[in-house]
T-cell receptor, first 115, second 109 residues
Framework: GAVVSQHPSWVICKSGTSVKIECRSL??????MFWYRQFPKQSLMLMAT?????????EQGVEKDKFLINHASLTLSTLTVTSAHPEDSSFYICSASPRDNYGYTFGSGTRLTVV | GQNIDQPTEMTATEGAIVQINCTYQTSGFNGLFWYQQHAGEAPTFLSYNVLDGLEEKGRFSSFLSRSKGYSYLLLKELQMKDSASYLCAVREDDYKLSFGAGTTVTVRA
């Protein structure tokens, strides 16, 4: 089945530093990947849609200069949290669909803790 | 935009049946998904409905009524490992998924 690999699974960083999260589709090409954020006991909130070879589309309220998304190839998308602050601590998850009319495959998630 | 509502918590006994309801309002419906999520893990796909009716897959079934903006996920023969959060997600015409807040199901022995 379709697999999306996400790294790192967890990261602790100091306030003010940047963190990069990678998502790779291992056995299919993902022209579009989605990035979500999930706070404890809350649902997944879509942050942005990552399109291969073009700029990401951000949801309302998500700062594009803070959450940098790069989709350089059909199998790799990265999310960089710049100048991280404690309020950015969350569970970040990517997803992609191998086909337009089927379920989305999620990465394993990244637990970010900013101290 | 869309509003997706599902109960916050449900508790059931091992071997029983539980039905999780989901209501939604959306401008451009393009399918409804159910996912299972264990704490600290990514969601895993359970079912997909785009046409009205019931989809059955083993112990799990999902129903959709587009005219009513309503879906349910039915879990039969509950097992302890079914204790998790169940997420209802609606896809719109732009292929974005919007999630409900999730229903935490606790299975008791």
């Amino acid at each position: 089945g379709a697999v999306v690999s996400q790294h790192p699974s967890w990261v602790i960083c100091k306030s003010g530093t940047s963190v990069k999260i990678e998502c790779r589709s291992l056995d299919f090409q993902a022209t579009t990947m989605f990035w979500y954020r999930q706070f404890p006991k809350q649902s997944l909130m879509l942050m942005a849609t990552s399109n291969e070879g073009s700029k990401a589309t951000y949801e309302q309220g998500v700062e594009k200069d803070k959450f940098l998304i790069n989709h350089a190839s059909l199998t790799l998308s990265t999310l960089t949290v710049t100048s991280a602050h404690p309020e950015d601590s969350s569970f970040y998850i990517c997803s992609a669909s191998p086909r337009d009319n089927y379920g989305y495959t999620f990465g394993s998630g990244t637990r970010l803790t900013v101290v | 935009g869309q509003n997706i509502d599902q109960p916050t918590e449900m508790t059931a006994t091992e071997g029983a049946i539980v039905q999780i309801n989901c209501t939604y309002q959306t401008s451009g419906f393009n399918g409804l998904f159910w996912y299972q999520q264990h704490a600290g893990e990514a969601p895993t796909f359970l079912s997909y409905n785009v046409l009205d009716g019931l989809e059955e897959k083993g112990r799990f079934s999902s129903f959709l009524s587009r005219s009513k903006g309503y879906s349910y996920l039915l879990l039969k023969e509950l097992q302890m490992k079914d204790s998790a959060s169940y997420l209802c997600a609606v896809r719109e015409d732009d292929y974005k998924l919007s999630f409900g807040a999730g229903t935490t199901v606790t299975v008791r022995a």
